[in-house]
Structure formats: C-alpha cells, structure tokens
C-alpha cells in the first residue's frame, strides 16, 4: 500500500478533532500524519508558562500529541496524564491561585521542562511523541512564540462603530465585535524548519476545522510556511467547522473560505469538505469552494447529540476516498 504523507494545520479542539479523524481514516489508508500547530496561545496555563518562563505555549502541542496517541493501555493511561489538570486545592479561594499548579495541565509542565532540558521544541515533541507512541508527529509552526493582533470592529463596547485593536489569541477567540483583519508579532515569525519539509514532501495538505483567525489563518502569515504551502506539489484539503465561533460571528461558511484567500491569495485548494446540515444552502459554499478551485464534498460528520462537535469515526470514513483519489 502507498504511504500517503499528510500535513494537518490548526490548533486546539479543531486539530484535534481533524488528527482523530485522521487515525480513523488510517484504518483504511496507509497515511504518514504530521501536525503542524500555531503557537501564538497566551491563555490559561500555556499562556502563565509563556509570561512567566518565556516557553513556547505548550497547551496545543499537547492536544495533538493526545490526540496522536498509541493504542496501547499505557500509552492512552500516559495521554490521558497529559490532559489531566491540577484543579484547586480544598479552601483556595476562587482566583486565588494560592497552589502554583491550579489550572496547569500535567502534559504542559513536562513539554515546558523537555523545551528547557533539551533546549529544542521539535526534540522535546519528539521525545514526547516516543512516549506516547504517537501515530504521527507534531510540530510548531515556529520554533518561537507569537502574538496574534486584530483589528476588530465593535471591539470595544463603549464604540460600536470604531475599530479598536485586539491583542493576544485568547483576546481575539473572545471578542464580541467583528475581525476585520488578523496578524502575527513579529510580522515575519521564522518558520519551523521541520514543518517546511514535512509540506515540501507532503501528498495531502489540510486545513481545519479550528478557530479560523486564531488556529487557521496564523500558519498562512509566516512567509516561509505560506512560501512551502503554495509552493508544494501537495493537494490541499479545507475541513470546514460545525458552527461559528465568537471570532467568527457573522462570517457565512464561504465567508470562511474567502478569508483564506485573502491572507494568502497563492492558495490553490482542491477539496473542501463540510457537513451538509452546518452548510445549508450549499450553492454559495461551492461557489467558494470554486473560486480557489475547489470542488465541495458534503457528508454527515457531526456528533449524533447535534452539538457542534466532528465526530472522529465519520469524518475518518468521509476522509478515506477523499485522500484515497491521490494515488
């Protein structure tokens, strides 16, 4: 059977949501997965390690490790270790943090203490990936982390009208206004070099589902990684998301697929598959989807309970002949 070698771009709940769909695909498919993951969260616990030790944020890596973990007992007991997080110690007042480790995840601490002791992120993910027996590899989208910016309308209350700039991942995912454009700080972030050849030898390219602004739309601003992704002879998948986030209130579904092209006008897409209940009306969709030369696939995907959630066996099975059609 022919390896297909696959590059999944995001973050957060929405890779992993795309890395499950993935391993469930590989059941048919021999496939090759590597996760290439923004790194510009400043929330929560990746975003105390990142303003109190400088760490890249480690919070999505660890998500796609888990999500990349082996089948073994041991490797899925040491993936769920990963995820467990310390809650707050009997009588800590709320907000107090009188206990250092409230609100870490157990998974962060040790990807912040690998970063440090061996002084390499892709060592340490590496390293990490071997004791979780991961079924693929994760990698940063830079080695260094980055600050995600907006300009959003309405961001401010107080101005509807105006547009005020937002600064900082968890700031933007939260807004109540409206983007109108999102960047990175540094403009030029230097690409991860790993990840620049994982796209240059891919066969498929995915993007989605995510937070669009927030996990998508970042890997597309560092000049280098945007430069491999046009450039690769690779076909180019957008899995669409379920239903609008806060960041993206307002946007249509083909509002999602113009926004690419407009942060990377070079991108060429081959597929893009969506849920047919989220979609709707599907004409305005393909109509996008076309326009950076796409074709739309529509399959059921989301979980049975109707919440906006992919559910990893449908879209593995919706997966196979989609990446199945590169050989």
């Given at each position: 059977?022919?390896?297909?070698?696959?590059?999944?771009?995001?973050?957060?709940?929405?890779?992993?949501?795309?890395?499950?769909?993935l391993?469930?695909?590989?059941?048919?498919?021999?496939?090759?997965?590597?996760?290439?993951?923004?790194?510009?969260?400043?929330?929560?616990s990746?975003?105390?390690?990142?303003?109190?030790?400088?760490?890249?944020?480690?919070?999505?890596?660890?998500?796609?490790?888990?999500?990349?973990?082996?089948?073994?007992?041991?490797?899925?007991?040491?993936?769920?270790?990963?995820?467990?997080?310390?809650?707050?110690?009997?009588?800590?007042?709320?907000?107090?943090?009188?206990?250092?480790?409230?609100?870490?995840?157990?998974?962060?601490?040790?990807?912040?203490?690998?970063?440090?002791?061996?002084?390499?992120?892709?060592?340490?993910?590496d390293?990490?990936?071997?004791?979780?027996?991961?079924?693929?590899?994760?990698?940063?989208?830079?080695?260094?982390?980055?600050?995600?910016?907006?300009?959003?309308?309405?961001?401010?209350?107080?101005?509807?009208?105006?547009?005020?700039?937002?600064?900082?991942?968890?700031?933007?995912?939260?807004?109540?206004?409206?983007?109108?454009?999102?960047?990175?700080?540094?403009?030029?972030?230097?690409?991860?070099?790993?990840?620049?050849?994982?796209?240059?030898?891919?066969?498929?390219?995915?993007?989605?589902?995510?937070?669009?602004?927030?996990?998508?739309?970042?890997?597309?601003?560092?000049p280098?990684?945007?430069?491999a992704?046009?450039?690769?002879?690779?076909?180019?998948?957008?899995?669409?998301?379920?239903a609008?986030?806060?960041?993206?209130?307002?946007?249509?579904v083909?509002?999602?697929?113009?926004?690419?092209?407009?942060?990377?006008?070079?991108?060429?897409?081959?597929?893009?598959?969506?849920?047919?209940?989220?979609?709707?009306?599907?004409?305005?969709?393909?109509?996008?989807?076309?326009s950076?030369?796409?074709?739309?696939?529509?399959?059921?995907?989301?979980?049975?309970?109707?919440s906006?959630?992919?559910?990893?066996?449908?879209?593995?099975?919706?997966?196979?002949?989609?990446?199945?059609?590169?050989?």
């Amino acid at each position: 059977m022919t390896v297909l070698r696959v590059v999944a771009f995001g973050g957060g709940h929405g890779l992993a949501a795309s890395l499950r769909g993935l391993r469930h695909a590989a059941a048919g498919l021999d496939l090759d997965l590597t996760a290439v993951v923004t790194v510009g969260d400043d929330g929560g616990s990746s975003g105390r390690l990142r303003a109190d030790r400088g760490a890249l944020p480690p919070g999505d890596l660890r998500q796609a490790l888990a999500a990349l973990a082996g089948p073994d007992p041991a490797e899925q007991l040491t993936a769920e270790l990963f995820q467990h997080r310390f809650v707050p110690v009997p009588g800590e007042a709320p907000g107090e943090r009188a206990d250092p480790l409230t609100g870490h995840a157990v998974g962060n601490l040790v990807l912040c203490g690998l970063m440090e002791l061996l002084g390499d992120p892709v060592a340490a993910l590496d390293h990490v990936g071997r004791l979780l027996g991961a079924t693929g590899r994760v990698l940063p989208m830079s080695c260094d982390p980055v600050a995600i910016e907006a300009d959003v309308r309405g961001g401010d209350p107080r101005r509807p009208t105006d547009v005020v700039t937002v600064r900082g991942q968890h700031a933007v995912a939260v807004t109540r206004g409206r983007v109108e454009s999102v960047r990175l700080l540094p403009k030029t972030p230097t690409a991860c070099r790993p990840a620049i050849a994982a796209v240059e030898a891919a066969d498929w390219l995915i993007f989605g589902p995510g937070s669009w602004y927030t996990s998508v739309i970042p890997h597309l601003l560092v000049p280098d990684l945007a430069a491999a992704i046009v450039a690769s002879p690779a076909r180019r998948l957008v899995t669409l998301n379920l239903a609008a986030e806060k960041e993206t209130l307002g946007l249509s579904v083909a509002d999602h697929l113009a926004a690419l092209s407009w942060y990377l006008p070079q991108l060429r897409v081959d597929t893009v598959l969506a849920d047919g209940v989220a979609v709707g009306d599907p004409d305005p969709v393909a109509r996008a989807a076309e326009s950076l030369g796409a074709r739309l696939t529509l399959a059921p995907l989301a979980v049975a309970d109707g919440s906006p959630r992919h559910d990893p066996v449908a879209l593995g099975a919706a997966l196979v002949p989609v990446l199945g059609s590169a050989r």
